[in-house]
């Protein structure tokens, strides 16, 4: 488990790491640094080598995104902090293939991905968003291909604070391309129509509306008078 914690008064928040057994039993706690500045765990994942990796927030005159690596006890081994001098925050790391790691979080208010090499050197940084809406991202996966997939939310006008649902793909550097193809299958059948509130309805005339296939996949179709 990680977080933050605080010893009250003016005292600033470290992270928090706390191992349990399989019943919840605490084995052991670690906290980390304890100078003057506010740090916060969001996110804490086991590597490959029996260790922890740590991705959270640390609070200066700027935020930055922040990634511990310990040992196996909990013990530190690094951390490394990225984005000075702007408004970041880190939300999610997982490690990679390469024995890297991805982190997801914020910067500014734009969706900030960025990857690193197994010593939490940064290999490569990339941001996502029109600088006109706000856009987060709180959990990011390396898909089979070797890219990723970012999951967040998006605004849906500048200083709204209604939003939707935000996914990112990306190629193995970070990149959007500009195409993407999904394989369908030549002996799919057609199971239902639906309106775009997902109605069961039959097709109209200048009404959008949706085809779900028995593979799963779908197809938004209008018919123009």
Same mark, same amino acid.
């Given at each position: 488990i990680c977080g933050s914690y605080s010893g009250g008064g003016?005292?600033? +928040? *470290?992270?928090? #790491? @706390?191992? &349990?057994?399989? !019943?919840? $039993?605490?084995?052991? !706690?670690? !906290?980390?640094?304890?100078? =003057? %500045? +506010?740090?916060?765990? %969001?996110? $804490?994942?086991? !590597? &490959? *080598?029996?260790?922890? @990796? @740590?991705?959270?927030?640390? %609070? =200066? &005159? %700027?935020?930055?995104?922040? #990634? @511990?690596? &310990? +040992?196996g006890n909990g013990n530190p081994l690094w951390n490394k902090t990225y984005g000075n001098p702007y408004s970041n925050n880190g939300n999610y790391v997982e490690q990679t293939t390469d024995g890297g790691y991805i982190i997801c979080g914020n910067h500014n208010s734009n969706v900030y991905l960025i990857k690193t090499d197994s010593q939490g050197d940064t290999l490569w940084t990339n941001t996502f968003g029109d600088n006109t809406h706000s856009e987060s991202s709180y959990c990011v996966q390396q898909t089979t291909d070797g890219g990723f997939i970012i999951c967040g939310d998006k605004t849906l006008s500048p200083w709204n604070t209604d939003g939707d649902v935000y996914l990112i793909k990306t190629d193995g550097n970070g990149n959007i391309t500009s195409t993407f193809n999904i394989p369908t299958s030549s002996n799919r059948k057609l199971e239902k129509v639906v309106d775009v509130l997902g109605r069961e309805t039959k097709p109209q005339k200048n009404t959008p509306f949706i085809e779900i296939y028995n593979d799963g996949s779908t197809e938004k179709k209008i018919v123009i008078e």
């Open positions: 003016n005292q600033k +928040d *470290d992270v928090l #790491l @706390i191992k &349990t057994n399989s !019943t919840g $039993v605490e084995q052991w !706690t670690n !906290t980390f640094f304890g100078n =003057n %500045y +506010d740090e916060s765990g %969001y996110c $804490v994942q086991q !590597t &490959t *080598d029996g260790g922890f @990796i @740590i991705c959270g927030t640390k %609070y =200066n &005159t %700027y935020s930055e995104v922040l #990634l @511990i690596k &310990t +040992d």
